[in-house]
Structures are given as structure tokens and as C-alpha cells.
DNA sequence: GTTCTGACA
DNA sequence: TGTCAGAA
């Protein structure tokens, strides 16, 4: 994971800042974390710690709802999309994995030159 | 002063 | 979804 995303994923913020940035209010945040549509850290004292990624998430679910999606619309939308991604994980690992094979075939080498058309991963 | 949970005139 | 209570 690179720096960046892992900034992302800093759990940091409290409710009242993430309400400020998202125009949303403690009432609806609460709520869209009981049906398990965003899910922040908690602080030692029980206080929920949002991070950047949290942000962006709470921003979908205004815009969703503002579509006229409900919770459990907007859940199969989260969901499916995490199911893409672990796709699209394995997807690369197969990649990586065909590509090392070619190599130790010796039908690649570390600078192939124009052979034939395999994107590296 | 801020946030948490539960409840509802 | 707003709002109030009682606690942390």
C-alpha cells in the first residue's frame, strides 16, 4: 500500500469535522453507520475517528440518496464494487504469475524488445 | 465543549 | 430525521 492511500485510510477525523466537510448531519452519520454503509474507528473513549476515505464514502451515500437510492441500493453498489476489485486483484496475480512462467521459460527476457503484445503488470 | 446511545411529545 | 436526556 503506498504512502498515499495509507493517509487515506487514517482514521483521524471526529464526527464534528466529517460533518462540516460533508454537510451532513450527526444524526444521518450515525445512521448510515448502523446500516453498515461507512465504518470508523473508534477512539479510546467510544468516539468515532472517520478518515479521508470515509469522507469520500459519506459524499457517495449524499449523492446516491440524492438520486433517490435507498440504503440497501447503495449497499449492493458498495458491494459489488469491492467484489470488482478483488477481480481485478486476482486478475493481476494471474497476470504475474503467466509472466514469470514466460520468463523462466526463457521465452521473455529482462528487455524483450517488441515481441508480442503482453502487458506487464 | 464535544460526542455517545436510546427514545419519542 | 430532528431533538432531548443522561452519561462519558
Given amino acids: 500500500m503506498s504512502e498515499k492511500e495509507l493517509r487515506r485510510s487514517m482514521a483521524v477525523l471526529p464526527i464534528g469535522t466529517v460533518m462540516k466537510l460533508t454537510s451532513l448531519t450527526a444524526r444521518q452519520i ?4 448502523k446500516n453498515e454503509l461507512v465504518f470508523p474507528n473508534r477512539s479510546e473513549g467510544n468516539r468515532r475517528l472517520f478518515s479521508l476515505n470515509d469522507i469520500d ?22 458491494k459489488e464494487r469491492e467484489q470488482k476489485l478483488q477481480n481485478d486483484l486476482s486478475d493481476t496475480q494471474m497476470r504475474r504469475l503467466l509472466r514469470d512462467e514466460l520468463l523462466q521459460t526463457g521465452r521473455l527476457s529482462d528487455d524483450p524488445g517488441p515481441v508480442f503484445p503482453i502487458k506487464r503488470v
Fill in 57 to 78: 464514502r459519506l459524499l457517495e451515500i449524499k449523492d446516491f440518496l440524492a438520486d433517490g437510492l435507498n440504503i440497501a441500493d447503495i449497499k449492493r453498489v458498495f
Fill in 30 to 33: 450515525r445512521y448510515y453507520e
